[in-house]
């Protein structure tokens, strides 16, 4: 088990470093100059070398990505070409809006997907098995702003339930902050609810005609408890993998909604971001997303391995 | 068909098992039609058929664990109650408790994720009220009993870390853990080699002496119940067809099934002699095979399993020579390593005097004279080609491309010579069964007209009547095309039918060789010794094996 996770994350480190060698690079090869771009096409050659050298562009490659890498360790993530502030504060402003908005828009899809994908599969072939797929395929077809558009329409405009958009910040309390991100993260958490229903469905469909869940009924274990027991644990191999993708996807990938429900989260930074040429707040974020990914990644091999013992063993 | 006659009727007080006039069907279409059986404490009784027979549904309909959609009128009745009226919940306090299976397949009856003392002592939580402590108790004691004590196979072991052998004595603990009065055992030994087979039976027999257990064992192999089985009865397409005590059945066979069964089981080919003075085929001397194993840190050297270890043996033209050894021997390594599929570590083949290239592949030249066919005659087709573009594929290693209407001549004969019709070219491999299969995969090996065929276990997947007309087939085509085979299977009883000469392979080494009869009689080896002594044997053959 040890050697398992010492290799794991031993693997995590090195594509870390392999991403950000990959990043610096292709942020290198974009064009524009950021610091032309801050001064307008009229700058002062004098000016612009000035703001070069304290932007640190006058260095040489290596060591700007050494300052960049070394910056990035100790939590200095550099200064926003636009705004001038420093870009950490920045991320971690949207973050507290972006990840619980994450967090809360997959507890949903779980909540939602675990039910529903156990009772389909059990129900192989029923009405209620053909309901929950033809809900599902609904749920994958249609665009998660258009559930935003109604949500919004309907609890906040014509019920008055909550406001239709903006956040009122944390500060307000935990009930009041996630009352503002409820109606986001039901429009995010639906059509990954859809995609998760179908893969523990499917995933729990493969695992029913296994020959150890005859077994487990011929001990004289109901359907139920069958499932329960022997069923569930091995279905979830596929299911974490999908999930662990949610995670990643969800966390920079809600612009639209973001859009919709006026959040100033993550997505809409890098969007801004891009647009202004503000290269290194897109490095940083782009970096801190591939950071989230891996140890999503981190997290699923660890739960792969706490479901499976012959991963354990095979490591 | 008589119903009159009761299999075991010893004494109706002592009856634990009845079932009458029970017809299970799906969609109007009849699984099993009205099956008489009895069985009292203690006995046991074999089910034998084929596959399609229904012992299988059989087994199920007793257990209340039919597949949705199934229709069952009769009774089955247990200690008096009628399972066939009972409800889900009542039967659920049966199975497990009362009567017990066990399955065919060990390596994937056990729940992969959790370990086997969980899953023994879960079958005793979930039917006496006992605490964890007595649970594990009772889940010791039993791994015990069915040999596996527990200072060497602890509780905490997961199925991967087990052997095929020792996941069915698990199951068989799962199921004896709370001495059930009833077990059904189906196909509990098929999927073992032969001296685990011997182990499980003997565990079987012991657990029926011991704890007063019934047992209704089911195999489509009437030597596994011989020894065993009290009574049997024989079953085809949904009928039982003949019952009473085996070696009777052997003798004054009423049935023409029941004869054709037995006939089918001890069939011995007619086959024709190869000439001793023909120059060697296939000539392989000193060869080994390795496999990388994986290393166990990134420095370390990288570590080699040698699977096949200096190996020497010669095939000549039209012979038939075995090749035997239980799973894990080598076998099949070195079939791939004949077939340039696998690379040589040390050692050389030749094939008609000609060198086969050390691992690269094969020349053309090379294939046109072998041939293979594998054991399994579902999963060796690609299933969106027709008929004809499966068999005519070896083709292509011709010298000469054929025409079309060459190619249509040779699949023809091919097929012909196999007891295939003309238009079965132009079916999908799915319309076949496993039999057909089987032909359809040596009219692709015959096509190029081969010097040798290996056969990798190609006849172990069949059953006995339709594994009798393939090794027919065989032996003529020996004959007629002067072919040579290379016989290599786990099943002895076969291989002493059909071959010449055998070798007898263990841990990668041939460990006895000789002509067949000389090593089947008078076996030298120890581990030929064993291996014969576990192979199971028809009433009329103990003597001789």
């Given amino acids: ?315 | 068909m008589s119903t009159s006659v009761k299999a075991v009727s010893k004494d109706t007080v002592q009856t634990l098992l009845e079932i009458n006039q029970l017809n299970v069907s799906i969609n109007e279409k009849p699984i099993l039609n009205n099956i008489e059986l009895s069985l009292g404490k203690g006995d046991v009784l074999g089910i034998i058929g084929e596959s399609g027979s229904g012992k299988s549904m059989l087994a199920l309909s007793i257990m209340g664990l039919l597949p949705d959609g199934f229709d069952t009128a009769g009774e089955i009745n247990f200690n008096q109650q009628n399972l066939l009226q009972a409800t889900e919940e009542s039967l659920c306090k049966l199975r497990g408790s009362d009567i017990s299976m066990v399955f065919q397949e060990p390596m994937t009856a056990l729940n992969p994720v959790l370990s086997i003392g969980r899953q023994v002592t879960e079958c005793v939580k979930l039917h006496r009220n006992v605490s964890n402590k007595q649970a594990t108790d009772i889940a010791e004691q039993t791994l015990e009993k069915v040999g596996l004590p527990i200072s060497q196979y602890p509780l905490s072991r997961y199925p991967h870390e087990l052997s095929g052998g020792q996941r069915q004595r698990v199951v068989i603990a799962m199921a004896i853990a709370l001495q059930p009065a009833l077990l059904i055992a189906d196909e509990p030994t098929t999927a073992l080699d032969v001296t685990t087979q011997a182990g499980i039976l003997d565990l079987l027999k012991k657990l029926v002496a011991d704890e007063q257990l019934a047992l209704i064992l089911i195999s489509h192999d009437l030597a596994v119940v011989n020894g065993i089985a009290d009574h049997i009865v024989i079953m085809r397409d949904g009928d039982v067809v003949e019952r009473g005590d085996l070696k009777q059945l052997f003798k004054h066979s009423q049935h023409p099934y029941t004869r054709q069964l037995i006939e089918a089981s001890r069939h011995v080919p007619e086959r024709v002699e190869a000439a001793t003075t023909a120059p060697p085929l296939l000539d392989v001397e000193n060869l080994s095979c390795d496999y990388r194993i994986s290393r166990k840190h990134w420095w370390s050297k990288p570590e080699y399993f040698r699977a096949v270890k200096s190996v020497s043996l010669s095939i000549k033209r039209g012979e038939s020579v075995g090749l035997v050894g239980e799973s894990g021997c080598g076998k099949s390594t070195l079939t791939r390593a004949l077939l340039g599929l696998m690379p040589i570590a040390e050692g050389q083949i030749h094939l008609h005097g000609e060198q086969l290239g050390e691992g690269a592949s094969l020349s053309h030249a090379v294939r046109r004279k072998m041939q293979v066919v594998f054991q399994d005659p579902y999963g060796s087709f690609n299933p969106r080609h027709k008929v004809r573009r499966l068999v005519v594929e070896p083709l292509h290693v011709l010298e000469h491309a054929l025409s079309e209407q060459e190619q249509t001549v040779a699949l023809n004969d091919a097929l012909i010579s196999v007891g295939l019709e003309v238009a079965d070219a132009d079916k999908y491999i799915h319309e076949f069964s496993g039999g057909q299969r089987q032909r359809i995969a040596i009219a692709r090996a015959l096509i190029i007209k081969p010097a040798l065929i290996i056969l990798d276990e190609a006849v172990s997947a069949l059953d006995v009547s339709v594994r009798a007309q393939i090794l027919d087939l065989l032996s003529a085509l020996a004959a007629s095309h002067h072919i040579a085979y290379l016989f290599i299977s786990h099943d002895l009883s076969v291989v002493r039918r059909v071959t010449d000469r055998v070798l007898v392979m263990q841990k990668g080494e041939i460990v006895e060789r000789g002509q067949t009869e000389a090593v089947f009689n008078n076996p030298t080896h120890p581990y030929t010794q064993e291996l014969l002594a576990a192979t199971p044997t028809l009433p009329d053959e103990e003597s001789v094996i």
């Fill in chain 1, 1 to 315: 088990m040890l050697r398992y996770l010492l290799k794991r994350l031993t693997s995590l480190l090195l594509t870390l470093l392999v991403a950000s060698v990959v990043l610096f690079v292709t942020i290198e090869i974009v064009p524009g100059d950021p610091a032309s771009f801050m001064l307008g096409i009229n700058a002062q050659p004098e000016t612009l070398e000035a703001l070069r050298s304290e932007l640190g562009l006058d260095k040489s490659k290596p060591q700007r990505y050494w300052q960049w890498l070394t910056g990035m360790l100790q939590g200095d993530f550099g200064t926003s070409y636009t705004y001038k502030t420093p870009v950490a504060e920045m991320i971690g402003d949207r973050m507290w809006i972006s990840l619980p908005l994450t967090l809360f828009a997959l507890l949903l899809s779980t909540l939602i997907a675990f039910p529903a994908g156990i009772y389909a599969a059990s129900r192989r072939g029923r009405i209620g098995d053909a309901t929950v797929t033809g809900m599902t395929q609904l749920g994958v077809a249609i665009p998660n702003f258009w559930f935003a558009m109604l949500l919004v329409s309907f609890f906040a405009i014509k019920l008055r339930w909550f406001s239709s958009g903006g956040f009122v910040g944390w500060d307000q309390g935990l009930f009041a902050g996630l009352k503002s991100l409820l109606l986001p993260a039901i429009a995010l958490a639906l059509p990954q609810a859809a995609i998760l229903t179908r893969v523990m469905r499917s995933s729990l469909l493969d695992v029913l005609s296994e020959d150890y869940m005859r077994t487990a009924r011929a001990k004289g274990m109901s359907k139920r408890s069958a499932i329960w027991r022997h069923g569930l644990r091995n279905a979830m191999i596929p299911v974490l993998t999908i999930l662990g993708l949610q995670f990643s996807f969800l966390l920079a990938g809600a612009i639209i909604i973001e859009k919709v429900f006026y959040l100033p989260g993550l997505g809409l930074l890098v969007f801004q971001s891009i647009a202004q040429r503000d290269l290194i707040v897109v490095e940083s974020v782009v970096m801190l997303l591939v950071f989230a990914v891996v140890m999503v990644t981190f997290l699923v091999d660890l739960a792969y391995a706490w479901v499976d013992p012959r991963l354990r063993a095979r490591s």
